[in-house]
């Protein structure tokens, strides 16, 4: 069974600060989802990666297969990227998904 | 338009009682889920469904069961509700191979 870490679990930063939020898991997978809990609740899935790194606008994902670890960058942070982010892996041959515990960050204007 | 939606948005009930949630996608996907988010914001699945089969079943007790009419809906019954099942339930569907899953917006189930 795949233990899936996140650090820090709780971020506090100053607007336009580059954050860093990082996911370790276990056993080797077949992908790794980055999401993002908005405070309402709602959940938005952000990236799903298994090899490098993808980038969309400010967020950046990277992934190292062989160190069993991924990281969320955010540059040029902004209020509205106050969430919770959670890390999700996929383990090779099923659907299923284990998550990690989040990472609540808030950025103060 | 919306792409996964949910129903009911609230659900408050009392213990003993038998509820159903509803989820319906209009993305197309063949893969939906049920996770369950409980009050410290952990996220567990709790059931896959591919084109209307049952692929992940976790361990859940068997006072809920899902039931797939068709594949673009995903539906959960929850019998003997119990204080212990008040969550955030939110239905996921992800139409396969490498890409994201698209969540819908919850179910917050509150039992009394």
């Known amino acids: 069974k795949n233990e899936v870490e996140q650090s820090p679990q709780n971020l506090t930063a100053q607007e336009g600060e580059f954050i860093t939020i990082n996911c370790s898991y276990s056993?080797?997978?077949?992908?790794l989802h980055w999401l993002q809990q908005h405070p309402g609740g709602g959940i938005v899935s952000l990236f799903m990666l298994s090899s490098g790194k993808k980038k969309h606008g400010r967020l950046i994902a990277t992934i190292n297969i062989q160190e069993k670890h991924s990281s969320l960058h955010i540059t040029a942070s902004h209020p509205r990227d106050s969430a919770v982010y959670i890390c999700?892996?996929?383990?090779?041959?099923?659907?299923?998904?284990?998550f990690g515990t989040g990472t609540r960050l808030t950025i103060i204007p | 338009d919306t792409a996964v939606s949910q129903t009911p948005k609230y659900l408050v009930t009392q213990m003993g009682n038998d509820k159903s949630i509803k989820c319906e996608q209009n993305?197309?996907?063949?893969?939906m889920y049920w996770y369950k988010q409980d009050s410290k914001k952990f996220l567990k699945i709790m059931f896959s469904y591919n084109n209307k089969e049952l692929i992940i079943n976790e361990t859940v007790p068997n006072r809920f069961s899902p039931k797939s009419p068709d594949k673009a809906h995903l539906n959960l019954h929850i019998n003997s509700l119990e204080l212990g099942d008040s969550a955030v339930y939110f239905c996921a569907s992800h139409p396969g191979g490498p890409e994201t899953q698209y969540f819908g917006p919850g179910t917050r189930l509150l039992v009394l």
């Open positions: 056993v080797g997978i077949s992908a």
């Open positions: 993305l197309g996907h063949d893969t």
């Open positions: 999700a892996v996929k383990d090779f041959g099923n659907e299923k998904l284990t």
